[in-house]
């Protein structure tokens, strides 16, 4: 099993920036992917953005693409999502989830688990 810590949600105004972090704790020395998936009031869970274990290889969701860089610091089991030029249609409750293996989905099923989540405003 595999847990994971989201941080770094927040409130700013459109335009502005925010790093999101997620510390992995557990089975950490399986390989695995990790995605950014968010999730707005009335709204399916989207997805955002994965990365793969060694973090050469990275996957967006077209309406992020160019905003928001997904990183991961694997000595530390923690994957980074920078987000810029904020939108106020980027609000929504963003969740790291891991997949086990190697690949990279944008398909929520697909993850083995997910963190409990972290709130971002984005105010116009």
């Known amino acids: 099993q595999v847990q994971l810590v989201e941080s770094g949600g927040g409130l700013v105004q459109a335009g502005g920036s925010l790093r999101l972090s997620c510390a992995a704790s557990g089975r950490t020395k399986t390989s695995y992917a990790m995605g950014w998936f968010r999730q707005a009031p009335g709204k399916e869970r989207e997805f955002v953005a994965a990365?793969?274990?060694?973090?050469?290889?990275?996957y967006y969701a077209d309406s992020v693409k160019g905003r928001f860089t997904i990183s991961r610091d694997s000595a530390k089991n923690t994957v980074y999502l920078q987000m810029n030029s904020l939108k106020p249609e980027d609000t929504a409750v963003y969740y790291c989830?891991?997949?086990?293996?190697?690949?990279?989905?944008?398909?929520?099923?697909?993850?083995?688990?997910w963190g409990q989540g972290t709130q971002v405003t984005v105010s116009s």
């Open positions: 990365i793969n274990w060694s973090g050469g290889s990275t």
């Open positions: 989830a891991v997949r086990l293996g190697m690949g990279l989905t944008a398909i929520p099923q697909n993850y083995h688990g």
